[in-house]
């Protein structure tokens, strides 16, 4: 069997913390700010875990990470 090849955008957008976790960003951070509240601002620059239902495709697009 081929090996498999990572799916470029996901390695982009995706990396796994230390414990095997999927960190991502958080959409909606990038354009269209004056409106937005400073706090919501803060909360969006941090990244954050992938859901536990999303995990397990995602982590078929990463096949050799962790």
């Known amino acids: 069997m081929p090996k498999l090849k990572t799916h470029r955008?996901?390695?982009?957008?995706?990396?796994?913390?230390?414990?095997?976790?999927?960190?991502?960003?958080?959409?909606?951070?990038?354009?269209?700010?004056?409106?937005?509240?400073?706090?919501?601002?803060?909360?969006?620059?941090q990244s954050t875990t992938v859901v536990h239902s999303e995990f397990h495709k995602i982590r078929e697009l990463l096949p050799y990470s962790k």
């Open 9 to 45: 955008a996901a390695k982009k957008r995706f990396s796994y913390t230390g414990t095997g976790k999927i960190k991502r960003s958080r959409a909606n951070g990038s354009h269209l700010l004056t409106h937005k509240s400073a706090k919501r601002k803060r909360v969006l620059k």
